[in-house]
């Protein structure tokens, strides 16, 4: 899913919604349900073939603009029949297959090409985080943001390599030492 809220923006929520709109139709979606309401618009959007849901291909999209002109929030998210169910991709390949994970990453790829067009259209200036979907003024600021995601990832690889020799056994038994089990 893809959440942002804009503020100091020259643009009305009811446009922004509009475009998406008009993306989506433009992708083959139809727009199944439609909700407009004070300053709330929101749209369900489907591509409704058998193979679509069964090879776990973008099936709905849900688009949500609610606010004010200056200040409204956009929310994009793709429903993909393994990412809605949780099945990572990792899994997908242990279990569903091959082509089911790489169908999700297709999904992945295209809400993440309708959160760009989204977002040219409402200010071409920001920058977008490639790995989340977050949003910047600057490309320092979003320098730092991928160098501190990055700086994670490896410090969660090198525990998992640190404590992944262990085994469970290992783990279970240093988790016992070091929270004062009693060994029976």
Partial sequence: MRRYGF???DVKPADVYENIKSLLQGEGFKVTSEEKRDNYLDLHARKSS???IVLGRVRDVDAVV???TGKFEVQLHAGVWGRDLMVPAIE???TL???PAVEIHGAHEFE???WEQVVSKIDPSLKICKLDGMLFQTQEELDKHVQAIQQAQQ???NSMMMYGGMGMMGMGLM???MMGGLWI
């Fill in 112 to 114: 993440e090409r309708l």
């Fill in 175 to 177: 988790g016992m030492g």
């Fill in 50 to 52: 058998v193979e679509k």
């Fill in 66 to 68: 609610a606010g004010t």
């Fill in 92 to 94: 997908g390949i242990a």
């Fill in 7 to 9: 503020t100091e923006r």
């Fill in 97 to 99: 297959g091959a082509a």
């Fill in 155 to 157: 410090q969660a690889a």
